[in-house]
């Protein structure tokens, strides 16, 4: 069981606008960062989103974070087949003085 | 630009340890906190610590606690982790990554920036 919840799936057509939540709580989302991780199959994860809503240099824009109190998202828009990936939330966690992670949402483009 | 670079693969007995190495490549490495996260198969991540190398101060997820020990040699720009009694729920591919932050007034906030590209660890009799 992650600390961080993620919808496990979700799937949309390409050239649409999907979301993935990731619910937390006072300890981590609500006082802490959230970043995205994206997970190509058999690759290491490659940072998505940092700081809630900020773009890592050579990331498409069309990936955006947002956040408000416990709860964060990463929506993508334009999607395209490669975007096809599984993502994972993370932030910090001052109570247990570590990093958490949500379980992951594997994206599939129709 | 910076890289991780992970040892190789490994075959383990339960009750065994193993050390897995990350070695940065092409920029500082002592001034960046350093985490381990591994991922089972089929599962998703899971952090399991992290070392401030130039201050060699180290601090663990509850789970590992007693278990793991991650350590850095500044010299050599390389970290380490090291899991012990090992048993078959062990087997996962362990990640390095670097921590780079974002200062925001005193505050720091943190994100994994630079990760290995991981080291496979089996763990069976």
């Known amino acids: 069981q992650s600390v961080l919840t993620q919808p496990p799936s979700v799937s949309e057509a390409p050239r649409q606008r999907v979301t993935i939540s990731c619910s937390g709580s006072?300890?981590?989302?609500?006082?802490?960062?959230v970043n995205w991780y994206q997970q190509l199959p058999g690759k290491a994860p490659k940072l998505l989103i940092y700081?809630?809503?900020l773009l890592p240099s050579g990331v498409s824009d069309r990936f955006s974070g947002s956040k408000s109190g416990t709860s964060a998202s990463l929506a993508i828009s334009g999607l395209q087949s490669e975007d096809e990936a599984d993502y994972y939330c993370?932030?910090?966690?001052?109570?247990?003085?570590?990093?958490?992670f949500g379980g992951g949402t594997k994206l599939t483009v129709l | 630009q910076v890289q991780l670079v992970q040892s190789g693969a490994e075959v383990k007995k339960p009750g065994s340890s193993v050390k897995v190495s990350c070695k940065a490549s092409?920029?500082?490495?002592?001034?960046?906190?350093i985490s381990w996260v591994r991922q089972a198969p089929g599962q998703g991540l899971e952090w399991m610590g992290r070392?401030?190398?130039?201050?060699?101060?180290?601090n663990y997820a509850q789970k590992f606690q007693g278990r793991v020990t991650i350590t850095a040699d500044k010299s050599t720009s390389t970290a380490y982790m090291e899991l012990s009694s090992l048993r078959s729920e062990d087997t996962a591919v362990y990640y390095c990554?670097?921590?780079?932050?974002?200062?925001?007034?005193?505050?720091?906030?943190?994100?994994?920036?630079?990760w290995g590209k991981g080291t496979t660890v089996t763990v069976s009799s």
């Open positions: 070392i401030i190398p130039i201050l060699g101060i180290a």
């Open positions: 990554a670097r921590e780079n932050r974002v200062s925001s007034g005193y505050l720091n906030y943190y994100y994994m920036d630079v």
């Open positions: 092409g920029g500082t490495f002592s001034s960046y906190t």
């Open positions: 006072s300890s981590n989302i609500g006082n802490n960062a």
């Open positions: 700081y809630d809503d």
């Open positions: 993370a932030a910090w966690d001052d109570r247990l003085n570590g990093w958490v």
